[in-house]
Nanobody, 122 residues
Framework: QVHLVESGGGLVQPGGSLRLSCAAS????????MGWYRQAPGKQRELVAS???????KYVDSVMGRFTISRDNAKNTVFLQMNSLKPEDTAVYYC????????????????WGKGTLVTVSS
């Protein structure tokens, strides 16, 4: 069984920074893609950033130059460094890990975290 545990959300003033972490536990052999989605009140969930096992990254335009995604493959952990935060970044942020292969399994499964709330407000 694989579990994702997110941390790092909270309340921050506009212009401030937060760092989100998401660690996967279990007998994991490999993870293809790690990423972060967010969902603001009344809006659809959107992809914020993702990073592939080889290191390639993509970002939604609205966070380009402000957010940085990274991963630690040895620790099955993904990070999202968020700088210059704006009120419109307020949302629940969800971690996702795709094609997670565990020991003894011949296929990968996608997993979601439960979400962590980020509130940007003065």
């Amino acid at each position: 069984q694989v579990h994702l545990v997110e941390s790092g959300g909270g309340l921050v003033q506009p212009g401030g920074s937060l760092r989100l972490s998401c660690a996967a536990s279990g007998n994991i052999v490999s993870i293809d893609e790690m990423g972060w989605y967010r969902q603001a009140p009344g809006k659809q969930r959107e992809l914020v950033a993702s990073i592939w096992r080889g290191g390639s990254k993509k970002y939604v335009d609205s966070v380009m130059g402000r957010f940085t995604i990274s991963r630690d493959n040895a620790k099955n952990t993904v990070f999202l460094q968020m700088n210059s935060l704006k009120p419109e970044d307020t949302a629940v942020y969800y971690c996702i890990m795709t094609s997670v292969v565990v020991e003894g399994s011949g296929y990968g499964v996608d997993y979601w975290g439960k979400g962590t709330l980020v509130t940007v407000s003065s």
